[in-house]
């Protein structure tokens, strides 16, 4: 049986607030080997870790993180924690896990990729990134930075388009979009491959979906439950 990682998608977010040390400190116990979270730039220039363009869902604040400072934006809380920035995320999973790192924004690639320089985890990075733009940046800047790219819905899909273009290593897919052919093809190109679950799915239909598409070849697999990922794993290795 070939290796199968367990992913986290924004920390193991069913037990934690989403995108907070908290939920990044319980997907590295349940075993995550990478970490999906987001990033935004806040109104005095801090890359901070939140989906959303809003505080309003995730905090007991409200406005845009570009309206807010760094100072005002640690005042508020995610439950009991408080926004991390992109530094503090990388101190938490430096040399424990993976970290993925989704810009939220276009024009933050730059200042993303000297702060994963300083830090020195390029080679423990992967950057995606629905804004393409940001991700033909990121390789410019430093071809040794892994990018993931997105397939979110069933395209036309050219593997060897892709690794050309954005030097990616790892395709992100949907289950919608997973088909056998564009997995076979990623496959032949030498891409690793990742696929998300919702979380309101049960147990069960968790478990039938990784089965079903690591048949066809995905070798990672991802939601806020890295813990049911690893204990499928553990299920299908008897």
Known sequence: ????????????????????????????????????????????????VIHDETVDRTTDGQGRVADLTLSELKRLRSGNEEIPTLDEAISCMRNRARLLVEFKEEDI???????????????QCTLSSFHEGALLESRTLNRELEIAYFLVEPKPFDAAEIVERFGAGLLIVWPAAASSQCLADARAHGLDVRCGFRDSLTYEETREYL???????????????????????????E
């Open 109 to 123: 690639a730059e200042q993303a990729v000297r702060q994963i320089e300083a830090a020195g985890v390029v080679e």
């Open 211 to 237: 089965r079903a598409l690591y048949a066809l070849g995905v070798s990672e697999f991802s939601c806020g439950r890295p813990d049911w990922i690893g204990q499928i794993i553990s299920e299908l290795e």
């Open 1 to 48: 049986m070939k290796t199968i990682r367990i992913g986290a998608h924004r920390g193991a977010m069913a037990y934690q607030p989403e995108n907070t040390l908290a939920a990044f400190e319980t997907a590295i116990r349940q075993g995550a080997y990478r970490i999906e979270f987001d990033i935004r730039r806040t109104r005095d220039g801090h890359l901070v």
